[in-house]
């Protein structure tokens, strides 16, 4: 517990404030503070707005630039939003590397994953719902398992991929494949109950986290047991079916060994 406090406050510490950002943003290419302005912007407007009364020329406007400049550099409102998943995505990524470089155990590691995503993303807590109502379309581009999603999908599960390989906790080689893959899943019903948290602070998501980061611990542990490897391949396998694109990597080479 000593280690996670000091992992927060670390992280606190090494969050950029916006002042931070505007410094980094003026020493950035113009090309890249120009995209960074379009992306900024079309949050703003999201939250105020709403996702779908929000249009592009409307962004492009707000931000001070053509539609056809804005469209440079994200062609749909769709592909804005894969920018915003993107950028969750690498923030989430530096936020998680004082956990995963000083926690060895895998319960901790897991908890600490899932609470660096929760702090990430917290600004943007006020307006998830806009984005849900059609990232749940499985139809859209903007849904988690779609193509569209593939880069920031992978980031996160490769996030996972390290939370489980540098743990001391030993798990079968044979579904090393499956468990970080099974461990982003997890991840994506913690967002699901967060989207609709209205606890203080999401402090019912935080505590979502305290309670399951050791149970995902156990199970993952227990995976080694030859007689639970059956259950852990048809877990996965309906997983596969019911949620598709969700695991798609590694889910032939599982199917045929």
Known sequence: MVKDEKNVADANEAKPTGADLAGKAAKAPKSEQTRTLILETALRLFEERGYDRTTMRAIAKEAGVSVGNAYYYFSSKEHLVQGFYDRIAAEHEAA????????????????????????????YHRFAAQFFKNAADPESPLSPFSEESVAAREAAISVHERCLAGSSTKHDPELGEILPQLMWLMQMGLVLFWVYDRSEGTGRSRRLVERTAPIAARAIALSRFRVLRPLVRQVHDVLVEFMPGAASRGAQDVRSS
Do not use: F, Q, Y
């Open 96 to 123: 998680v590397r004082p956990v995963l470089a000083e926690e060895t155990d895998l319960a901790p590691r897991i908890r600490g994953v899932l609470l660096r995503w929760l702090d990430v993303a917290e600004p």
